[in-house]
């Protein structure tokens, strides 16, 4: 190594693409793709919902980074906050003390969080907060006199995270490379009504998953269960926006099995589906409820997990004993200051709100999509839409993971200008900032990729 970087940092265009070629490692093999077509993606800035590469290109984001920038790119105003922190002070020992603004952060969620969800436990990423959902939930479970509930119930096709714990609860979870997974986790189907595990239509089918729940609650021995989990509508599940009476029902399961209730609102949280949290769709509470991503719009690494009054209880009644569990980046100052104003934008422009109208807005025009030979289905809630892309509409089969359609689809898209992700859904979710306009180029972009897609796969569509 030289005795300076300095001429790694100030690089032309081509040559930080090199230079990210060669040294980040980058999650999809897409990205290889990309390089050998000379279209890597390194972006330099972002305004609303537009991104700009190092070339100048413009980009529509149309998946919020993924799912995370609700309060659009370029906020300057975020950005001040968090220099004015830095400059008093960024980090305390989170062990034994706080600051300033994690305290009010903490006031305002305990606030914005249904019910009493009034005790936030704060740590910086959406694995983080799951992973930290579990254990605070069987150290609950634990000091209420129940250790040997450790069972934790998932949902397929749920995503939580890729730390061991949140992978373990997730659905798809590469057994070929991480295998065995954490001790006592089970899967049950969740709600689906494009393609219903129980051949039920509509609620019928939702409040089956529910009971299917309950059933495999008294099929592991309810003494020996610490906790379901799931998202209050699963993206990853394919934006399934089940019927109130789902939760609700879920919640009287949980709670006459003792068993703890924890909604991972990680996607869904601060105004993505047109509330600031999705679970005040649906009437109820958790007992524990997961937030990361929206919480700072992505401005810095924050998440947290807010527990009600009742559960957090049993620490102020057994004070000798805390929470054997921390972070140590858990609440840092500067983070927490990039989230209180990131919150503070969202109830100042009323983001919830254009979240929900902008959402129905943008679901109107992608339903004009159904007309294409393989979009399926068109679903969602707020800003967090998607379409169901499928090989046969009569069968509803799919393409298959990482099939040529797809892969495709998701690089013409691409190159007219817009982002997001394309598998077996093409996600809708831009910034919450959106216009009505930008969301009608997206829809026009996509409308177009489908056509020229189709076009090309011509001979396999509804065979
Ligand atoms: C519902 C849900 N939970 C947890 C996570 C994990 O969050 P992170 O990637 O910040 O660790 C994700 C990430 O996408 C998510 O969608």
Redesign the pocket.
Known sequence: MGDSFAGTVTRAPQELEKDALEHVWIHTTEWVRLAEEGGLRVFERGEGSTLYDVHGNAYLDGISG??VVNAGHGRREIGEAMAEQAAKVAYVSSASYTTVPSVQLANVLAELTPGDLNRIFFCS??????ESAVKIAKQIQSMRGFPRRYKIIARRG??????YG?MSLTGDRKEEYFGPFMYGVHHVPSPNRYRNDFNLEGEAGDLMCADYIEQEILAQGPESVAAVIG?PV???NGVHVPSPKYWQRLREICDKHGVLLIM?????GFGRTGKMFCTEHFGMQPDLM?M??GLSSGYAPA?AVAVSEKVYDIFKEQKDKSLAHLLTFGGQAVAAAAALKNLEIMQDESLPKQSAEKGEYVKSKLEGLLEHPTVGDVRGLGLMCGLEIVKNKESKERWGKGHDYLKALDRILNAKGMITRVWDIIHVAPPLVVTNEELDRMVQMIDESLTEAEAQFQGEIGT
Not at 125 to 130: C, F, I, P, Q, R
């Open positions: 993924l799912w990423g959406g694995s983080e907060a799951v749920s995503y939580h995270g890729a730390t949140a998202e699963s993206t990853s991972d609102e990680v996607i869904n997961t990361a991503k998440a």
